[in-house]
Nanobody, 115 residues
Framework: QVQLVESGGGLVQPGGSLRLSCAASGSIFNIYAMGWYRQAPGKQRELVAG???????NYADSVKGRFTISRDNAKNTVYLQMNGLKVEDTAVYYC?????????WGQGTQVTVSS
């Protein structure tokens, strides 16, 4: 019913920037919140940033002031602008959306921060 496709990952140096995109398609009308999770090898998947249909946002403490989540409703796309990237930001980043009862996941995009 809902498909989420991430893009924008890659290799950057510490202090660099990337913008991740998540394009949603299908029956998306009941999704009230979307966001980004990340998972590094040997680590649990964690919420990075989220945004609700009302525009409320939340961020992990580790990324506050560096990352910004936004959405373009006309394009059915959610973005994650990542500035001041650190080595510890290296992970696979997953887009997600929820109706409150269902969760939808993208397949992930790799972000590697290395000098």
């Amino acid at each position: 019913q809902v498909q989420l496709v991430e893009s924008g990952g890659g290799l950057v140096q510490p202090g660099g920037s990337l913008r991740l995109s998540c394009a949603a398609s299908g029956s998306i009308f009941n999704i009230y919140a979307m966001g980004w999770y990340r998972q590094a090898p040997g680590k649990q998947r964690e919420l990075v940033a989220g945004i609700t249909s009302g525009g409320s946002t939340n961020y992990a403490d580790s990324v506050k002031g560096r990352f910004t989540i936004s959405r373009d409703n006309a394009k059915n796309t959610v973005y994650l602008q990542m500035n001041g990237l650190k080595v510890e930001d290296t992970a696979v980043y997953y887009c997600h959306g929820t109706t409150g009862l269902e969760y939808y996941w993208g397949q992930g995009t790799q972000v590697t921060v290395s000098s």
